[in-house]
């Protein structure tokens, strides 16, 4: 029985595919030449240029202040970024900083409301001077008038040996690039 039914059902798939050479197959377009030859470039996916992301771990401070931060790469250019949550019930203040090589410094000033709501923030983006790994980006997060104590530092490489310790190598990367 199982015969008859693929006997009758190979032939109406058959058929209602259309023939091989139908025209409609063969329709071309005669505006091709007016459009540009695509281009490729080394760094596609598929959906757009690659992004690549050497971020910290996730840390969260006894107070509510949560933070992960990454070095963030896109063809040519390097930049800092922070996800963020502010359950502090205060509005706080983070400074993000992306340290570069030869002591080149980007800073931004990211406002962290006190809505306990997930939030990104970066700097600009800049022109990539060597590797990935010749960055570090460091976040910081205090009350936003200034008089109370860091509440979270978060950065890039928090895992590595080189972040033990990690209020004195901070600073003073932040203070040899200020003159740069």
């Known amino acids: 029985m199982g015969v008859i039914v693929c006997a009758v ?27 540009p030859a695509p281009v490729r470039s080394p760094l596609v996916l598929g959906l757009g240029l690659a992004t690549a ?17 990454c070095v963030m790469a896109q063809g040519a250019d390097t930049w800092a970024r922070t996800y963020y949550r502010n359950a502090t019930g205060a509005p706080l203040e983070g400074v993000l900083s992306l ?17 306990d709501e997930p939030a990104t923030c970066e700097t600009p983006r800049e022109h990539t001077r060597g590797t990935l790994d010749a960055y570090t980006a460091v976040t910081e997060f ?11 530092r978060s950065a890039s490489n928090s895992g590595d040996e080189s972040e033990s310790g990690s209020g004195d190598s901070s600073a003073g990367n932040s203070r040899q690039s200020s003159g740069s």
């Open 9 to 35: 059902a190979l032939p109406l798939t058959v058929a209602s595919a259309g023939q091989v050479g139908d025209a409609a197959a063969h329709a071309t377009r005669h505006d091709d030449e007016k459009l």
């Open 53 to 69: 992301a050497r971020c910290g771990p996730e840390l969260t401070s006894p107070d509510g202040v949560e933070a992960q931060t």
């Open 99 to 115: 340290l570069g090589p030869h002591g080149r410094t980007v800073q931004t000033h990211c406002a962290a409301d006190a809505d």
């Open 142 to 152: 205090a009350a936003r008038d200034g008089d109370g104590p860091l509440l979270l």
